[in-house]
């Protein structure tokens, strides 16, 4: 008996769990690096605050007691996420980044980092491989002269080119990763580091244009959108357009472009939607605090409708595993399945009538970024604050958001159903990761199974279960 609950204890630390982000593996984590985390947000912010961890086991762990331990953790992940102090802590990011350079072995020395703009160019910067997506974004402003002030209009974002030049944005870097790291980690020069505006009301061009390092970024972003149609323009507009840029008049052509039809908006791959019908292909947009759907319909019509942010009650990102067709690569690492994301959001199509709208595609954590920091500028101006302030706050770190983060509500709707399924509550953070269980013994590989739907998921197995 002794002899096993020794054994069965060792195993229980050396219990490891993989963090995803988007289908891509983001560090290795024991039980008991969690359980110290747990012990050190409690010392931090006290016992009240913090949600209760899952206890050690005694005896073995049959197959029963592994579930209700992964759906413990999970829950404990969940919750201190959605928590505005605890899940914004510097103290739970630094946990997230140190365990992801210690994954991916990547020692703390000096490198160079290329980080891209909107007209093709580079930006090489020396940085650290531990620097955090904040000095990485600190050492590109300095490097290109941006003024302090108007570094929070800007922010990185994990991009994917392909050989034809179509853009795909991945996600916008947070601050519980390390660029260098999540770069260099996935192995691929398809992927880049992307300087973009962080904002989504034009009317904070004019911050942005007064100076001229601003003036220049924006105008580079202007050019590049229409360029890639992101911004339709037409022949009388083009012409326009062309005899402005040929006169180098970069403050004119940003103002003609503001006027164009989604001057602003981030343009996302194909992929499926159940609006109006379960199946249909559809191009999403996102821009003036909406959601813009260009739908193919089984007939082969083609129909555009937009979804505003200030109508969706709430929406949730979850993640689902199914199989590896044809031999394609995994994102997962996983030579067994592939991660499929989904966004979903509740939407007042009239008064009193709520639907569920889905959106199947590996931008959905992209999309529920874009979401989110559309309602933190919509409750700014709300509440007669500075956008400027705001985004100064968020650089520096000292930024939390208010409800918004947990629930996305409309006005008129601010009561739930009881009897309607439980709303996962989001977060521009962590959106959709997944846990999945693996072994000392065995951590090259992943374990398959259903995730939860939410911001985490874990799959926990010990040793003695694999």
């Known amino acids: 008996m002794d002899i096993q609950r020794d054994r069965t204890e060792e195993e229980e630390e050396k219990s490891a769990y993989n963090i995803h982000v988007n289908g891509v593996l983001h560090c ?35 197959p029963a007691e592994v579930e209700q331990r992964r759906e413990q953790l999970e829950k404990y992940m969940q919750a201190v996420r959605q928590d505005p102090l605890l899940g914004s802590s510097e103290l739970f990011n630094c946990f997230l980044r140190k365990a992801q ?13 290329d980080i891209c703009l909107s007209n093709g160019q580079k930006v090489t910067v020396n940085i650290l491989t531990s620097d955090q997506t904040e ?42 990763e390390l660029p260098y790291v999540s770069i260099t980690s996935l192995q691929n020069s398809e992927f880049h580091i992307l300087l973009r505006k ?68 981030i343009k ?74 989904e966004l979903a959001f509740e939407y007042l199509m009239s008064k009193d009538r709520l639907q569920w709208v889905t959106i199947t595609s590996q931008q959905a954590i992209m999309m529920s970024i874009c979401l989110q920091s559309m309602v933190d500028e919509l409750m700014v ?22 409800d918004s983060q947990q629930t996305v509500k409309s006005p008129p709707l601010d009561t739930q159903d009881p009897n309607r399924e439980q709303i996962v509550k989001l977060s521009t953070k962590l959106s959709s990761v997944s846990l999945r269980g693996i072994s000392a013994s065995n951590s090259s590989n992943d374990i398959s199974g259903n995730d939860f739907h939410g911001n985490y998921a874990f799959e926990g197995i010990g040793d003695d279960d694999l």
Request: hydrophobic share 35%.
């Open 135 to 176: 000095d990485v974004l600190d050492a590109v402003a300095t490097k290109l002269d941006v003024p302090e002030d108007l570094v929070g209009y800007f922010s990185l974002f994990l991009v994917r080119e392909s050989v034809d030049g179509g853009l795909t944005f991945v996600r916008k870097l947070q601050e519980f």
């Open 28 to 62: 290795r984590v024991r039980y008991s690096q969690l359980l110290s985390l747990h012990e050190q947000i409690k010392k931090e912010y006290g016992s009240n605050v913090v949600p209760a961890f899952p206890p050690k086991k005694i005896f073995t762990l049959t």
């Open 381 to 402: 101006k709300k509440s007669g604050g500075s956008i400027k302030k705001m985004l100064k706050k968020r650089h520096n770190g000292t930024y939390h958001r208010s």
């Open 101 to 113: 350079q210690e994954t991916q072995q990547i020692p703390t020395e000096e490198a160079a980092l």
């Open 268 to 341: 996302f791959d194909p992929c499926v939607t159940d609006f109006p019908e379960k199946g249909c292909q559809v191009i999403v947009s996102a821009g003036n605090n909406e959601l813009n759907f260009h739908v193919k319909l089984p007939n082969d019509q083609m129909k555009e409708g937009s979804f505003k942010v200030t109508r969706m009650r709430c929406w949730r990102v979850t993640s689902s595993q199914v199989p590896v067709s044809n031999g394609t690569t995994n994102p997962c690492n996983s030579a067994k399945c592939d991660v499929k994301l």
């Open 198 to 265: 962080s904002y989504w009301d034009m009317a904070y061009d004019g911050d942005v244009m007064d100076n001229r390092i601003g003036l220049n970024l924006l105008y580079a972003q202007t050019v590049a959108d229409i360029e890639r149609g992101w911004i339709l323009v037409n022949k009388e507009q083009h012409k326009q357009l062309k005899s402005l840029q040929e006169k180098g008049s970069k403050k004119e052509f940003i103002h003609l472009g503001q006027t164009l039809k989604y001057y602003g908006y």
